[in-house]
C-alpha cells in the first residue's frame, strides 16, 4: 500500500471518530468538585469494557464505565454492568450511570435489573484516589448480606485532585542528606489521633488525599477532623506545604513546618494562621510502618508532632547502628549459609496466652521496657510479674530454624531458675503469624512462632519432573493424627507440623510422634524428621516423601529416625489419610491411598464453557476450541452427521453437547485429565434414549502441537454410543491453560493510541478501497440515521483501539461478507465477534 492510500485510510477513519463521537450515546465522564475547583475526567477509563471478578468463584462481571457494554448482556443493549452467574447473564447495571460527589468521593450509580420483588440492582463504583494508581481495574468489595447491592472501588489517579509536592530531600551544613520520600503516601494519608473526637491527617511534601474522611478546603499537607459534633463534621485546614520547601533543619532537629492554613485565634487573641510542625528523629530500630505521634506542648493553633523514623538519621549513625548490631538477633545456618534476622521483630511488646487465665508479655532480642518484672526481663508473667527469662539477642540455630534461650528467671525450685525457649518456623502457607505456647511448666516455657520471617526456601512438594505434587494435603492449622501401637503421630506432609499446644517435637520437624501418659498427657515426644527433600518417583510410579534427620533412634543412639510416605493413586478415592505400616531400623513407613497423585485426576466442569481440574490449580476455556462466533462442529461418516458444541450450554440439541438428529449423546459430563500422556477425556452420559438405554459419547482432546485449534474426528460409531478424538494445541499444558490460582483481578483491553500508527502493512489495495468505499458509505448513513451511526461507532471504535487484545486467532472473513456485515444493523449478536474480523482485516 503506498503512504497516501494508507494516509487517506487513516485520515477518513480520524474524521468519522471525531465525528462520531459527538453523536454516540456515552454519558458525560466527568464531574465537579466545587470545594476545589476541579473537574475529575474519567473519559480514559471507559475507553473499553473491564472484567472483575466477584467475589464468588464462579461469577464475573463485565463492565464499562460511562458507556453501554459493546457486547450484550443477556440479550439485550444498554448495560454497563454484566453479571455472570451459572451460564446466566443478569443487566446489574444500566447505562447511564448517575454520578455523584459525596464527602469528597466520586461514585458512579447503576441501577439495573429487577433483583427482588419491588427492588432493581444497584451497583456503587467508588473512585478511590490513588496518585500511584496509573492503570488499574476495579475491585469488589465484598458483598455484606444484601444481594441486590453491589460495591466496588476503582483506585486510580484520575479521582485524585491537583496535588502539591516538592522535594522530600535535605543537606545539611556537615552535607548529611536526608531523603523522608519514604514517608510520602500516594494512596492513604497518615492518620494522627489527637483525642477521641480529632484526628490529623498528615502527609509529607506532599499535599493530603483529598477524599471521605479528609475534605478540607484549600490545598492542605495538614487536615485536622474534628467529629465533636458528630453531625456536622468539621475539616481544618492546618497548613500548606511552602515553597520552595517546607523542610528545614533547625537546632539540630529535621523538621517540616506546614503554614498559611484557616485563620485561627490563639491564646493572646492574636490572629494568626494554623500551622503544623512535624519534628522528625532519628530512630534507627524504628519500624518503616511507624506513624507520627501528637504531641501534647501543641498550641490550639500550631499543632506539634514527632516522628521517630530511620529516615531522619545520617549516614554515620545507621553505620554504627548497623555494626553494633552486626551480631545481634541475627544467625547464620551453618549448612546453607544463609542468615535469619529478626530484627523487625525487636522493639515491640508481644503478649501469648498460655491459658485461660495466663499470660505472657515479651519482646523479641531485647528486654521488656515499663515492665513490672526485674529490669532485664525479656518475658515475664503477666498476672504475677514473675520473669521466666532474661533478655538475650543471641539467635541461636537447629535443624528446624532460629531460636532464642531466655535463661535465669525466677527460681523455680531446686536451685534453678526458669527458662523460655522461643524458636522461629517457617510452616506451611498460611500459617497464623502469631507466637503459640506449647508447654508452660514450672521451669521452662516454650514458645513456637511460625512465621514467613524465616522462610528462605520452602521445598516445592513437587516430583523432580513436576509429574505429581502433594501441595493438595499441606496443612497448616490441623495435623493428619493417626494412632498405632499405642502411639500418635500428629503429621505433616512437606511441611513442618501444625504447632499443636503441650506437643514438643524439635521446631520444625514434619511429624511428631508421641505416647499419652496415664493422665492423658503427652510425652515422649520424637521427632521422625524434617521436611528436607522433595517427594520422588519410584520405580511403580508411586510417589515417596522422606523425612530425615529426626530425634536420635533408642536402638542405635548414634542414628537418627527417618521416616518415608509411600502414595498409592486411588482413582475412586479422595485425598486420603496415613496410614501406619511398619518400623524397622530406625526408619517408620507410612502408606497414603489417595487421588491426588493419580496421573489422570477429575476436572470439572465450570459453566459457561470451561473444564478445572480438581487438584492442579490449572484451568482451560473451552471455547477457544471454537472459532467465534461459536458454531457446532460436524462430524460425518457415510450414514450420520454428528454436530458437536462442547460450549452450546441448553440451546444445542436439548443440553447434549453432541448430537445427531434428535439423538442427544449426553448431557452429564465427567471430565478427566491424564497429565503423562495430554490427554483430556469429556465422557458424556444420560442422552436420549436408544434401545432402551440412554446415548452415550466420549470425546478426547488430544494434545498435538502442530494442529493448532484442530478438528474432531470420529473413532468409533457403536451401538448407543460414538466417540470423537479431537486433535488440538489446547489440550496441551501451556496451550489455553490458565493457573487458576492467579488472581483473575481484572483483564482491561487496553486502547493505545499508538495503534493508529500501526495502519501500516495492511494487506491489499482491494482491502482498503472496500473499506474506505464501507467507512464513507457507513458515514452518509450514519448522517441520515442516528442509531446506524452509534453502531458504526462501536466499530470504528474497535478498529482504532486494542490491537493487543490476547485472543485466539480468528479466521478472515472475505470483503464483501465484511461490508454486508458492517452495515447490517439488524443482527447485533455478530458485533462483537465482527469488530474481531475487523481488526483482523485492518491490522497485522
Ligand atoms: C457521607 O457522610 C455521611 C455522614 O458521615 C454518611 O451518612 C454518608 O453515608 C456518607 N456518604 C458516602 C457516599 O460515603
Ligand atoms: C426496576 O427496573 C424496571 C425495569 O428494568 C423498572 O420498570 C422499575 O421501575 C424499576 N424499579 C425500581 C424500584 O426502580
Ligand atoms: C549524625 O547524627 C548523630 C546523632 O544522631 C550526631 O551525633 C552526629 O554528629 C551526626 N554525624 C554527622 C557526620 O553529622
Ligand atoms: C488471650 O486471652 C485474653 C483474655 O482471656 C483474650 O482477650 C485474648 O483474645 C486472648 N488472645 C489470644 C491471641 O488468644
Ligand atoms: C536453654 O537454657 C537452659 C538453661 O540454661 C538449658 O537448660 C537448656 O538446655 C537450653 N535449651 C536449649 C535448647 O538451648
Ligand atoms: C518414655 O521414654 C522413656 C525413656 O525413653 C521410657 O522409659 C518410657 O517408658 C517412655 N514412656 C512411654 C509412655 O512410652
Ligand atoms: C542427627 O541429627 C542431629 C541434629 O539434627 C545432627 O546434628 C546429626 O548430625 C544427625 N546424625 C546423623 C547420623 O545424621
Ligand atoms: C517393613 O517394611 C519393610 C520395607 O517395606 C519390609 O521389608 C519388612 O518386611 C516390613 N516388616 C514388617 C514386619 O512388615
Ligand atoms: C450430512 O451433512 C451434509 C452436509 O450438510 C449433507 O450433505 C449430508 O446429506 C448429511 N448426511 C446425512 C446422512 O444426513
Ligand atoms: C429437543 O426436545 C424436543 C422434545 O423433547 C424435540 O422435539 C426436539 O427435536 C429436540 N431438539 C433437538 C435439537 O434434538
Ligand atoms: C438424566 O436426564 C434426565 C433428564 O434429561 C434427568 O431427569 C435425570 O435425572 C438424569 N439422570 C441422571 C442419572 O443424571
Redo the contacts with the bound molecule.
Sequence with gaps: MTNRSRNLLLFVTVFIHLVLSKVVSSSDCTLFNDVLQYTYDFTTLSASSVSVQADQDKEKIRFRLCSPLKQMCNGHDGYCVCLSKDDKEIGIGKFPPSLKYENGTSQFIYSGDPCQPGRNYTVHVIMKCDYAAVQTSPEIIPQGPDQCVIHMIWRTNLACARSNKHSCIYVDEFNNTYDLSSLTSLSDNHVVHIDDKTEMMINVCHTTIHEHGATCYGAPAACLKNSTDPNNVDYINYGELMYPSSLTMKDGKLQIKYDNGYLCQDKRTVLTTHQTTIYFICDPSASPDREAEYDPESGPCHYKFTWKTRAACNATRLREYRSANASKCTIVDPTTKWEYKLQSLMNQDF???AS??K?YKFRICGPLQNSRCAKETGICDAQNFTSAGNANANLMWQHGGPYLNYTDGAACGNGQRRYTLIAFVCGAEGSSD?PVVLKDEPCSLIIHWYTDRVCKRRILCATAKNETNLLPLIRSSKNYVIKAMGKEFHINICRPMAPTPNIVCPHGSAVCQTVRDSRGQYTNETSLGFPDQNPVLDGDENVILNYYRGSPCPEHPEKNISSSFKFFCDYNGDEGLPQYKNYSNCHYIFEWRTNIVCSTVMGEWVAPCTIKDASHPRELDLSLLYEKPIKPEVVSNKEKNWSINICGGKDHCNGSAICQGTNGYGTDLNVRFNYRTNVISLKYSNGTKCNNKPYESELLLICSNTSGIGKPALSLDANCMASFKWLTNIACAGGGYNAATTPVAAITETPSADNLKNYGSAQTWIVTISVLVVLVIGLWLCMRNSQRCGRLRSRIEAITSSRNHSRVQYSRVNTTEEARLLLDTSDPHTLDEQIDSDDELLGV
Aim: proline content about 0%.
Design positions: 503478649i501469648v496466652n485461660s487465665s499470660q502469631a
